[in-house]
T-cell receptor
Framework: EAQVTQNPRYLITVTGKKLTVTCSQNMNHEYMSWYRQDPGLGLRQIYYSMNVEVTDKGDVPEGYKVSRKEKRNFPLILESPSPNQTSLYFC???????????????FGPGTRLTVL | SQQGEEDPQALSIQEGENATMNCSYKTSINNLQWYRQNSGRGLVHLILIRSNEREKHSGRLRVTLDTSKKSSSLLITASRAADTASYFCATDAYSSASKIIFGSGTRLSIRP
């Protein structure tokens, strides 16, 4: 089944404790992206990746890191989480997005993160 | 920065009626997409419309795009209880065409 998976689905952690949220897609998509969703603010893009080893900042990259070493995986790293990073996080992938080609995004189920 | 702003923020209609949601954006775009989200779940893609298109249909969904007014509308005809969800528009940021900006969404409730 074609899908985007995220792990963990729920995480409660404390300020400053490094964490990684994994994202994996099995559709051979080139484009992957991370979003956070906060009440009243919709989704805001954190980072995106056009392809392996190519990443770029979205609207709210501060406090986050990403890497794209393989096409299928796009982990989100919080080196030193803070309470203002408490949010619902979504990973998404698309065959292509940019240049001449735009395709739909497929979203993962979300990761609810609480930073105490 | 938010590119797309949906209007209204919330909409409640009777089952069977049509629902119209609007999205306005600020800069030139290459494409605009509409997504649906059921409470706290992942988003589901509905329709993508390119900047050179004016209208697209998919089942009970009709999307229009007016680039001169920088606006789009999503029409859901003959609404059903299962259409209850939040609806978001998303655009690329023209100057950075692979960046995606979402609006804050319209919460649609269908009354039985």
């Amino acid at each position: 089944e074609a899908q985007v998976t995220q792990n963990p689905r729920y995480l409660i952690t404390v300020t400053g404790k490094k964490l990684t949220v994994t994202c994996s897609q099995n559709m051979n998509h080139e484009y992957m992206s991370w979003y956070r969703q906060d009440p009243g603010l919709g989704l805001r893009q954190i980072y995106y990746s056009m392809n392996v080893e190519v990443t770029d900042k979205g609207d709210v990259p501060e406090g986050y890191k990403v890497s794209r070493k393989e096409k299928r995986n796009f982990p989100l790293i919080l080196e030193s989480p803070s309470p203002n990073q408490t949010s619902l996080y979504f990973c998404a992938s698309s065959l292509n997005f940019g240049g001449e080609t735009y395709n739909e995004q497929f979203f993962g189920p979300g990761t609810r993160l609480t930073v105490l | 920065s938010q590119q797309g702003e949906e209007d209204p923020q919330a909409l409640s209609i009777q089952e069977g009626e049509n629902a119209t949601m609007n999205c306005s954006y600020k800069t030139s775009i290459n494409n605009l997409q509409w997504y649906r989200q059921n409470s706290g779940r992942g988003l589901v893609h509905l329709i993508l419309i390119r900047s050179n298109e004016r209208e697209k249909h998919s089942g009970r969904l009709r999307v229009t795009l007016d680039t001169s007014k920088k606006s789009s509308s999503l029409l859901i005809t003959a609404s059903r209880a299962a259409d209850t969800a939040s609806y978001f528009c998303a655009t690329d940021a023209y100057s950075s065409a692979s960046k995606i900006i979402f609006g804050s969404g319209t919460r649609l409730s269908i009354r039985p």
